[in-house]
């Protein structure tokens, strides 16, 4: 459980000496903690407190590698334990909570 803590700060290490502007906008990037949400076959998946780089502009985040695959991986998990079991299909539609933006003022 607390794997996924020592993945995040490796990578706010990471982070400290990588570039920080956006890919799209050339914007600054900021770190924070973000969440990930995927929808795969009607499931939503979310990985909460990621570390992320956030574009202090445009609000695009950029997530890094291994933190995708790590997510990657949870849902790929979690698929295989679902088709194991064959849980019956939530048809409550969780609400998505829009991607975190950024828009603090200085
Ligand atoms: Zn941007």
Redesign the pocket.
Same mark, same amino acid.
């Given at each position: 459980m607390t794997d996924e803590k020592d993945i995040h700060d490796e990578m706010e290490e990471v982070f400290q000496t990588s570039m920080g502007t !956006?890919q799209? !906008? %050339? %914007?600054i990037l900021k770190l924070d903690k973000v969440n990930l949400e995927d929808v795969e076959e009607g499931k939503l998946y979310l990985m909460e407190n990621v570390s992320a780089q956030v !574009?202090t502009? !445009? %609000?695009?985040m950029w997530v890094p590698e291994p933190i995708m695959k790590e997510f990657e991986k949870m849902i790929e998990t979690a698929h295989k334990f679902h088709k194991k079991i064959r849980k019956q299909k939530n048809k409550k539609n969780k609400k998505n909570k829009k991607n975190k933006k950024i828009s603090k003022l200085r």
């Open positions: !956006c799209k !906008c %050339g %914007g !574009c502009q !445009c %609000g695009e």
